[in-house]
Every structure is written in C-alpha cells, then in structure tokens.
C-alpha cells in the first residue's frame, strides 16, 4: 500500500501544546501514584516476588515463561528498595511515566500531530484497563513502556529507513518480549510488517539480525537457568500444554465468543458510556489513519488485528482486561486519530481536550472505590494472612484453595501449607492438628472469619474475579475427611460450599469415638435430571438409599461403625458438562450429587 501525503493538522503554539503536556503527564502522574497498591493483590505478584528472592522459574518463580529482563532489572534495583515487594512496585510506577514519554513519541510519530501524541497517551494511560494494572507489582507496565518505544521506533524506521533506525527498532522489540514473553504475539507480528515496509534489503538484513540477537541474549541466559535446552524445552512444552487445555478450552465454559470479544475489545474502556465513544472513535481513526498515514501505521494496525484475533480465540477471558493491555494503546491511537478527524470536521469547534478530560473523569469516578480502596486497606487475602499469623498456632496446617497457593507459599512461611485435597489426605484423620482453610471467597461457614473488600461493576470488569473476598474456616475434627476417590476440590458461592461427587466418591472418616454422621446432599436449580438416586455404604455395606430432587437439599443421618470408617457414595447415574446438549460448558467432569456438608456428631 502507498503512502498518502499527509494532510498537515492545524497550527498549534508551542505554548499551548507545552501546557497540554504537562497538564496531562500531571494528572496522569497523581493519579497512578495515588492508585499505588498497599499489599500484595493478584496471583502473580507473589511469584515475581519470590523470583527476586531467588530466581526459579520451574518452580514458578516467577510464574513461566520465566521474564528474564523483568526479574533481572529487579534485582539489579532491589538494594534500593526495603523488600522485593516494593522493588517491584517502584519499577511499575516509574514505568507508568516511562511510558506516558514513549508512547506519547510514538502516538505523535504515527498521526504527526503533537496532539494527538499528548491525548493519546493520556487516554490510554487514564483508561480503567491501565488504572487497574499500570501500578501493580507485575511485569505488564514495564513491558509496555518498552513496547511504547518499540511501537515510536518502529513508524521511525518506516518514515526514516537507515541501518541505524532498524536496528533500533529490532533492539527495542527484542527487549520489550525479553521483558514479558507474552508480548511477542503482539510485538512480532508489527516487527515483521515493518521489516517488510523497509525500503531496501539492507535495512531488512540488519533488523532481523539484530532482532534475532537480542533474544538471544536474553533466552540463552533463561535456558541455561533452567538447566539446558532438554529441560527448558520439557519446562515450556508442559506450559503449552496447560495453556492448550486450561485457558484456550476450559476457562471459556459457559461464554459466547462475542462475550468474549466484548471481555478483550470493550472492557479494557469501561462501562458501555465510556467504551462505545472511544471504540466508535477508533473506527473512525482506522479509516482516516490508512487515508493518511497508511504506510506508518500499517504495523500498528497488523499488531491490534493478529494480537486480539488470537486474544479472543485462545486466552482466558477470565484475565481479558489485562490480556488485552497490548492492543490498548493501538485502539487509543486510532480513538485520537479519528478524534483529530471529527475536530477537522468541526473547524476546530469541538472542544477535544474537554471530551478527553471528561472521559478520563468518568473511568476515574468508575474506578476509584477499587482503587481508593486497593491503596488504604490491605486486600483480603493479605488480611486474612495477618489473621492467621496472629491466631493459628504454629503446628496448624493452612489447607488453601488454589488461587490462593502464591499468598500462602510466599507469606506463610513457618506453617504446614497444602492444598484442600492433600491436606485432608495427609492430616484429615487427625484430631490432635489444627486445620484451617484459606479460602478464596466469602463463606457462611460458622466460625470462619471473612475480610472483604467493596466490590462493584468495576471490580466484575476489569478483575479476574479473584481476591475480592477471603475467609479462614477453623475446620473442625468432626467435619473432617480424606477424600480418596471420586470428589472433586471444593467449589463455593457467597451462600455455601460444595464439593461434587463423581461416578463413584470415596471418603475415609477418622475415628473420633462419634455414633452418627450426617450428610447433606444438594443439587442446583439447573441440574439436567429431575432427580438423583444414591446409595451410601459404610465399610463396603450399603446403609442407606438418598433420592435428590432438582434443586433440593437432603440431609441424611446415619449410624457410624466404631473405628475408621470408608464411605462410599453410589450414585445411579452422572453426567459431563461438556457433552449436555446446547451447553457452553467446557468441563469434562463425571458429575453426579454436590456434597454440601458432612458431620460426625
């Protein structure tokens, strides 16, 4: 495609232009420094940390594929810093500035209007997808003010083509995937495009040479850390894996694709009053940007297309927001292209600034009770975690879901640590050690101490969903059991707790000297059978046939045999969420009864 001369943007003095940038660098400053965390959040931020501690990766830590770069700088400014936590946040918040700089460079080099590079940056910076994560202990903010210089060199190179400027371009690409490998899906397909977009072989040959050498000098290093080519390659292979089944199968159960087209394009922009003028906007900045500037932004727009293609097809939606941080600042070039546009339109009528700032005010009055909230009070788990600190006696064993291990392994250093499952096979018949469950949510469960935090419309969008609440459940000898076959880890809602019984579910009770336990079984409102048959027997002797209705609850009392007792649930039929006609599910458990609650007394 050939380049269109293009049209010059109207005049603007350097006083002005000066006052607009340094208003918005300002805002953009105070805000993400009042956004600060207080402690540790998301899932990942206790890997990277414990990464700077020692460098780990097939133990994840940090998490894969390992961010060499990111865990290199760390440590590099880890002396400057009273922790490994706080290393990690200054590097995020100067990052925050760092990228305001590069990404104003590039949104100015790619629409060559100075204004444009200003309320780009700034709409972007000042989006809820950036509000939420710019200053979080994690890799994302640094890699993207690397990308925001990958992205200035690169129209560089297009509008300059020298040896020089290619290699430039090729360095930074190298260093912004160095950083967080995840970007290469973006960064690769713009590299590639503008190589291709270089006038002369030469300029071809360099960048691609040095492209190629500069990850090498990161990924050599990596592969040597974790002991060699064949342990690396087993190391990634196995992450692949996890990534095929796991967040491109399972973790899209029950959404539509255009569900999760709309987690990736518009959540990262807000609610629908905020998302829809900036993508409509973006539209319309496609169409002007290739009338005027379709050879410099060519690699941008290949970056924004093939990055959210594969985004929508194969990452969790769950991490949607934050996944799609790589297109974001595409959209908002394109947003302020076409803002630029309608200004033309208007001679100069429509007040842009005013309709930026006011967006900007609007994510902010959405965003800010999370953020406000994130920056003055510790978040539930780290809450819970200086509960348990100060109550749970140093032989007690914290059983913790999931989404929980990072926080436990990392800041409950001293105690027993396990998952729920592991952890009852191991202690569930013994009386004599305290057990405690370090849940990911509120529970009802008596006894249990809750920590929360206000959650809203904000928290829904631009989460994973995680951590908004968390609960320590002291878990009583009585309710105790070890799980042997057939029952699935526990799953819960702000109202109860459950855990579905297979094909065949087998538990082992401890002895406690107790003469009945009672059962309670559950089936949801949605269940696709009218009811369920099941027989339990104790000790390989049936005692008793239970028939669940949909939707109901039935306890069951029976008598216990003296001594340790097995505990077998029959159910006369399951089924597989994954192959129910018409379902969107993607689980292929046997599934038959929840199991809600289980008491010897």
């Known amino acids: 495609m050939t380049s269109v001369p293009a049209v010059q943007p109207e005049s603007e003095s350097p006083r002005l232009s000066a006052l607009f940038f340094l208003a918005a660098l300002t805002i953009v400053a105070v805000v993400h420094w009042l956004s600060i965390p207080l402690t540790i959040w998301e899932y990942d931020e206790s890997l990277f940390a414990m990464a700077v501690e020692k460098f780990e990766p097939l133990i994840h830590q940090p998490p894969p594929p390992g961010y060499p770069l990111y865990i290199g700088c760390a440590k590099l400014l880890r002396p400057l810093f009273p922790g490994p936590f706080n290393t990690l946040l200054g590097i995020s918040a100067g990052a925050t500035l760092l990228g305001f700089l590069t990404f104003f460079a590039a949104f100015r080099a790619a629409s060559r209007s100075n204004r444009a590079g200003i309320f780009g940056a700034f709409l972007f910076y000042l989006s809820p997808a950036m509000l939420i994560n710019a200053t979080l202990p994690q890799s994302d903010s640094g890699a993207l003010a690397l990308f925001g210089l990958a992205m200035w060199l690169t129209v560089r190179a297009i509008d300059q083509p020298t040896a020089t400027n290619a290699t430039l371009m090729a360095l930074a690409c190298a260093v912004t995937i160095g950083w967080r490998l995840q970007f290469c899906i973006a960064v690769v397909p713009m590299f590639l495009v503008a190589v291709l977009l270089l006038r002369a072989w030469r300029e071809r040959i360099v960048a691609l040479q040095w492209f190629a050498i500069a990850c090498l000098a990161w990924l050599i290093p990596l592969v040597i850390l974790t002991g060699g080519p064949e342990s690396f390659w087993k190391w990634m292979s196995g992450q692949a894996a996890y990534f095929a089944e796991h967040d491109a199968d399972i973790s899209r159960s029950g959404r539509s694709l255009g569900q999760i087209a709309l987690r990736f394009i518009a959540h990262p922009w807000g609610p629908k009053l905020l998302a829809a003028p900036v993508l409509v906007l973006a539209l319309i900045g496609l169409v002007d940007g290739l009338r005027r500037r379709a050879r410099a932004i060519l690699p941008i727009l290949a970056m924004i297309v093939i990055y959210l293609a594969f985004a929508i097809a194969m990452m969790d939606p769950a991490d949607g927001v934050r996944y799609a941080l790589p297109a974001v600042p595409g959209i908002a070039l394109l947003a302020v292209i076409g803002l630029e546009w309608v200004r033309r339109l208007t001679r100069g009528v429509l007040a842009d600034w005013a309709l930026v700032a006011l967006y900007a005010l609007g994510t902010y009055l959405y965003c800010g009770p999370l953020l406000r909230e994130r920056a003055s009070e510790p978040s539930p788990p780290i809450a819970a975690i200086r509960w348990l600190r100060q109550n749970a ?84 000898a009585t309710q105790r059991f070890q799980a042997v076959a057939g029952v699935s880890p526990p799953e819960r809602t702000a109202n109860g707790s459950w855990r579905w019984i297979g094909d065949n579910g087998i538990l082992l009770l401890p002895d406690l000297g107790k003469s009945h336990v009672k059962l309670t079984f559950a089936t949801p409102g949605d269940y696709p059978f009218a009811s369920i048959r099941l027989t339990v027997s104790m000790n390989d002797q049936n005692v008793a046939t239970v028939i669940v209705k949909r939707g109901e609850t039935v306890p069951v009392v029976l008598p216990m045999p003296r001594g340790r007792v097995k505990l077998a649930i029959l159910p006369e039929t399951y089924f597989v969420p994954s192959k129910l006609p018409g379902s969107q599910s993607r689980d292929p458990r046997k599934l038959s009864v929840m199991l809600v609650g289980l008491e010897q007394f």
Do not use: C
């Open 393 to 476: 006696p140093r032989n007690a064993v914290i059983l913790y879901d999931m989404p929980l291990k990072p926080h436990a392994i990392y800041l409950l250093r001293g105690y027993t640590r396990t998952r729920v499952d592991e952890g009852l096979l191991r202690f569930g018949h013994r009386a004599d050690i305290p057990l405690f469950e370090f849940t990911d949510s509120a529970t009802q469960a008596p006894g249990a101490k809750v920590f929360r935090w206000e959650t809203g419309d904000a928290y829904t969008k631009l989460t994973r969903g995680h951590y908004g609440a968390a609960s320590i459940v002291p878990l009583p």
